[in-house]
């Protein structure tokens, strides 16, 4: 099915949630609404499920205006932050619900299949009361994929999860999602699983619709500073600096050899993504001398956060590094990997980058 919002805003009395946009979600592949908190993301996907009617606008299903028709009228499966089940009835039933209305065969080996897809295989002759938050989240998933519904909206549905479990859920939606013919639209505050998730990203900000596209070329070529804060995690460092013959010049820093579209420009941003900066120089690697601040280990890296004339730095290092507070620290980048915004916020320069990686 080919989903389309024609210049849809959403107005609750003098406030306004979302503003005029217009999106056409690819057909059978995954969008991921990005965005913080109150960014619009819930208010878009209740347009699209019709929980809600559009203040203005128009909400179309392959080319037929839907707007206004309520849910029910429409076959679609949402899968809320806060699960829903029925209490009544056991995870296996829950999950069989949407099969059985089909006259689907088989059902049992279906359910079967999802719930060990889920692992929550063990849990099919219980109810959802007797489960955890994160298994009876995990039923609310499962119930949803069995309705195989030509388009499925997703709210942040991880959220509840534990780290662990989350990052195994992400592998196997993406292979659930690429194996079906919905339409699929996840919603996400993280970056992160934007960029695991792949297919197709569109960036919101308080109300706004601010790029959409694959989300590899939305994530290299972000087309505001808006964009690239959003889509960076952690934020995006970003410098102030001006226009300099042959390229760009950071205040307080040094100069950035690289071709400029506007050399006329007199104020500029340079953003410097945390990946981007690193602790042992390279040939042609500029150097930013400090002091570290913070340093803090997560996961498999260690995000280290250094006092700069050029402002405050975050650099992502791969592996567990050991840094006393107040040490000097001199971080290097290369002027390839800097984006520059213009005084507006647009996007100047991006680094090269292969496309399909």
Do not use: C
Request: glycine content about 10%.
């Amino acid at each position: 099915m080919q989903l389309t919002l024609e210049r849809v805003t959403k107005k609750v009395g003098a406030q306004t949630w979302l503003y005029a946009q217009s999106i056409a979600p690819r057909s059978g592949a995954v969008t991921v609404l990005l965005g913080a908190t109150q960014a619009g993301k819930t208010s878009l996907m209740r347009l699209m499920a019709g929980l809600d009617t559009p203040s203005e606008g128009k909400v179309l299903v392959d080319g037929r205006d839907v707007t206004g028709m309520p849910v029910r009228e429409r076959n679609v499966a949402m899968v809320y932050q806060q699960f829903i089940n029925y209490p009544s009835l056991t995870v296996a039933d829950n999950i069989a619900s949407p099969l059985k209305l089909r006259g689907e065969k088989n059902v049992d080996s279906q359910v079967r299949a999802l719930a060990d897809k889920l692992h929550i295989g063990m849990f099919l002759d219980r109810l959802p009361a007797e489960l955890s938050g994160g298994q009876q989240q995990r039923v609310a998933l499962a119930r949803a994929l069995a309705k195989n519904a030509p388009l499925m909206l997703l709210d942040e549905p991880l959220v509840n999860l534990d780290y662990k479990l989350r990052e195994g859920l992400r592998e196997e939606l993406t292979q659930l999602f690429a194996s079906g013919d919905s339409t699929v639209i996840y919603a996400t505050t993280e970056p992160g699983e934007a960029l695991l998730l792949g297919g197709y990203t569109a960036v919101m900000d308080a109300g706004e619709l601010l790029q959409y596209g694959p989300t590899s070329e939305v994530f290299h070529e972000p087309k505001s500073l808006r964009v690239a804060r959003a889509f960076s995690d952690p934020p995006m460092n970003l410098l102030a600096a001006t226009a300099a013959p042959g390229g760009v010049q950071l205040v307080g820093g040094p100069a950035l050899a690289m071709p400029l579209s506007a050399p006329g420009a007199a104020t500029l941003t340079v953003g410097l993504r945390s990946g981007a900066l690193h602790v042992d120089a390279a040939q042609g690697d500029l150097s930013l001398a400090g002091k570290v601040e913070l340093a803090e280990i997560s996961g498999s890296d260690t995000f280290v956060h250094v006092h700069t004339a050029v402002g405050e730095l975050v650099a992502q290092l791969t592996g567990v590094h050991r840094f006393e507070l107040g040490a000097a620290l001199t971080l290097y980048f290369n002027a390839s990997q800097a984006y520059v915004f213009d005084a507006a916020g647009d996007l100047l320069v991006a680094p090269r980058w292969r496309k399909g990686v």
